[in-house]
């Protein structure tokens, strides 16, 4: 937005000498003070300060800095044609968030709004350019100023000053006024394109919750075909392998319907959406119980948690379907920490039957086993079998962030 300039204001004309224009030291000490209240609302405006009490502030800092009574911040309303009274000092209750004036070109106010001129009217008892509002009337205002407040992209309303004083209001006094509503603008102006990018990004997480509903939804629709073909198909290994690949995607699917009810999809609790994904699994496992330890919540990107749920899924698969083949179950141990060097260490122990002798995970053919290097291999991860006397463990070294951000997440599958 630019700032309005010094346009010519619309001043009444009175006949007579009029006040000297030449500065007393009064006046001087006056304009000084008025520089640091503007400064004063620049900074308020930096800082971020809230909407409502920039309003407020600006209208205290306005009527002090031209010794008025009163001062108002109006918002145009289109669809009445109309000037609200936003914030305020100096009226009587039921004004501020409730009085209106009218915007049209017969309006002080309304044609400071129109025009983009200021306007100042030093005897409302003798003007005859405008109507005088019903509020000033009835609060005894003897003169007043007008200048248009900016927004983002059209006129946000009106900044007015009011005095019952005797006195003239001058081109000085314009100027300040001027100042405090190019600055309440520029503020205005940023509240309203923060809102607009906040409505975009909730537009944004709607949709990515819906895409990421509709997935699950896909995903199911092909877990139950193959959960059907598995049952017809009359071989045991085959619907064994069938069987198998739908209770894949089935995670897959659950892994997104978690996912899409995070607000942040940048950063989400890993620790959080892991315990929902494992309170999944416990089913897919009994009778054996998953047991989830996590000293702290780690912040993690949602994509790179997608692939860690997907590596633990297959963990606790295998564990659950071969460490205790001749008990009714017994308990698969996950750990998740952060170390110092800026990794998460997952860790998923059994106390099973262990692993064959000479099974190696980075060169196994299985199925299981393929999934979890190549997963490994797009989080940027080390995987490790490291030696444990009962049952087995594996662990998962993972990178806090990304060392292939700008890969393709399915470049390895």
């Known amino acids: 937005m630019s700032p309005s300039g010094p346009?010519?204001?619309?001043?009444e004309r009175q006949s007579g000498d009029g006040q000297s224009d030449d500065l007393t030291g009064h006046a001087l000490r006056q304009r000084i003070h008025q520089q640091e209240l503007l400064a004063e609302l620049g900074v308020l405006a930096l800082q971020g300060t809230s909407f409502m009490e920039m309003l407020n502030h600006t209208a205290r800092v306005t009527a002090e800095g031209l010794g008025a009574e009163y001062c108002k911040v109006m918002e145009y309303i289109p669809t009445k044609n109309t000037l609200l009274v936003r914030a305020g000092v100096g009226w009587g209750e039921g004004v501020v968030g409730h009085a209106t004036v009218g915007a049209d070109l017969a309006s002080p106010a309304g044609y400071a709004l129109?025009?983009?001129?200021?306007?100042?009217?030093?005897?409302?008892e003798n003007e005859q350019r405008f109507r005088t509002p019903e509020l000033l009337i009835e609060h005894g205002i003897r003169r007043a100023m007008n200048v248009i407040l900016q927004g983002d992209g059209s006129p946000f309303g009106v900044l007015e000053v009011d005095s019952r004083s005797e006195g003239e209001f001058n081109e000085h006094d314009i100027a300040f006024l001027q100042g405090a509503a190019n600055i309440l603008g520029m503020a205005i102006e940023q509240q309203q394109y923060q809102r607009k990018l906040q409505a975009a990004l909730e537009r944004h997480q709607i949709l990515l919750k819906e895409v990421n509903h509709r997935v699950k939804n896909s995903l199911q629709v092909v877990s139950g075909m193959l959960y059907l073909q598995a049952s017809a198909a009359g071989d045991p290994a085959l619907s064994d392998r069938l069987n198998e690949a739908s209770t894949r995607i089935s995670t897959v699917g659950r892994a997104y319907e978690r996912l899409a009810y995070n607000a942040d999809y940048e950063s989400i609790g890993l620790i959080s959406y892991l315990r929902e994904v494992i309170g999944d699994l416990e089913t897919a496992?009994?009778?054996?119980?998953v047991q989830l330890e996590a000293p702290e919540e780690i912040q993690f990107t949602a994509d790179r948690a997608i692939l860690v749920a997907l590596v633990i899924n297959e963990l606790v698969l295998n564990a659950g379907k071969h460490a205790y083949p001749d008990s009714s179950g017994g308990t698969i141990l996950v750990r998740?920490?952060?170390?110092?060097?800026?990794?998460?260490?997952?860790?998923?122990?059994?106390?099973?039957?262990?692993?064959?002798?000479?099974?190696?995970?980075?060169t196994s053919k299985r199925l299981g086993s393929r999934l979890i290097n190549a997963l490994a291999k797009?989080?940027?991860?080390?995987?490790?079998?490291?030696v444990s006397a009962i049952g087995t463990n594996f662990m998962l070294l993972i990178p806090l962030v990304s060392v292939t951000a700008n890969q393709s997440p399915h470049a390895e599958m």
């Open 336 to 362: 998740v920490v952060r170390t110092e060097k800026d990794t998460v260490q997952i860790s998923v122990r059994d106390e099973g039957v262990g692993l064959p002798a000479d099974f190696d995970p980075p």
């Open 378 to 386: 797009q989080l940027g991860a080390e995987l490790t079998r490291p």
């Open 7 to 11: 346009k010519e204001p619309v001043v």
């Open 285 to 289: 496992v009994a009778p054996c119980k």
């Open 114 to 124: 129109s025009t983009g001129k200021p306007v100042i009217s030093n005897h409302l």
